[in-house]
T-cell receptor, first 113, second 111 residues
Framework: GAGVSQTPSNKVTEKGKYVELRCDPI?????LYWYRQSLGQGPEFLIY????????DSGLPNDRFFAVRPEGSVSTLKIQRTERGDSAVYLC???????????FGSGTRLTVV | GESVGLHLPTLSVQEGDNSIINCAYS??????FIWYKQESGKGPQFIID?????DKRQGQRVTVLLNKTVKHLSLQIAATQPGDSAVYFC??????????FGPGTRLSVLP
């Protein structure tokens, strides 16, 4: 597609449940990034992929968070045993190559109740 | 959509005036900077970028200034319009890979 697509746009889940958030980057973009944005704050880096491999996952807050990009295109961010503190907007971005400016998707708003 | 940045610093300007949004960045080794605009319910949108070998770059109605001595970045918007109302973030690239975002400034354009 023309832009970065994220699904779902909104997700409400119960505490303790497992969720998957999907990102479709711009075709041909090799770098893909996940960020988390809490209310009133700037986006915070979670993980970035160059191709299929996670080049830097230093921003993942704990081992409940995991992301994959098996074919170097679509990526899925997975959160296990969700907690209320995980509630935020999860943003995905892609760029042609590492270090280039990003194009962001509209995000998935995750609410854990 | 969700309002981004309920407790952010706010800059209010009259329509038609010029706006200046400031940002202090953290890492003197950062060599690439981007300003993003974020409207409610949307992801950040690229506005303009600048590399560390420059101190000024101009786009359409926007200018970015970089002062590496004091680690300061500014975004100037000429003839501010109602459509410019949004939250603005500066982002610095520290390691050639991912960008680190500042806390953001809400720009409110008054009619």
């Amino acid at each position: 597609g023309a832009g970065v697509s994220q699904t779902p746009s909104n997700k409400v889940t119960e505490k303790g449940k497992y969720v998957e958030l999907r990102c479709d980057p711009i075709s041909g973009h090799t770098a893909l990034y996940w960020y988390r944005q809490s209310l009133g704050q700037g986006p915070e880096f979670l993980i970035y992929f160059q191709g299929t491999g996670a080049a830097d996952d230093s921003g993942l807050p704990n081992d409940r968070f995991f992301a994959v990009r098996p074919e170097g295109s679509v990526s899925t961010l997975k959160i296990q045993r969700t907690e209320r503190g995980d509630s935020a907007v999860y943003l995905c971005a892609s760029s042609l190559d590492t270090g280039d400016g990003y194009t962001f998707g509209s995000g998935t708003r995750l609410t854990v109740v | 959509g969700e309002s981004v940045g309920l407790h952010l610093p706010t800059l209010s300007v009259q329509e038609g005036d010029n706006s200046i949004i400031n940002c202090a960045y953290s890492n003197s080794a950062s060599d690439y900077f981007i300003w993003y605009k974020q409207e409610s319910g949307k992801g950040p949108q690229f506005i303009i970028d600048i590399r560390s070998n420059m101190d000024k770059r101009q786009g359409q109605r926007v200018t970015v200034l970089l002062n590496k001595t004091v680690k300061h970045l500014s975004l100037q918007i000429a003839a501010t319009q109602p459509g410019d109302s949004a939250v603005y973030f500066c982002a610095e690239n520290q390691n050639g890979q991912n960008f680190v975002f500042g806390p953001g400034t809400r720009l409110s354009v008054l009619p």
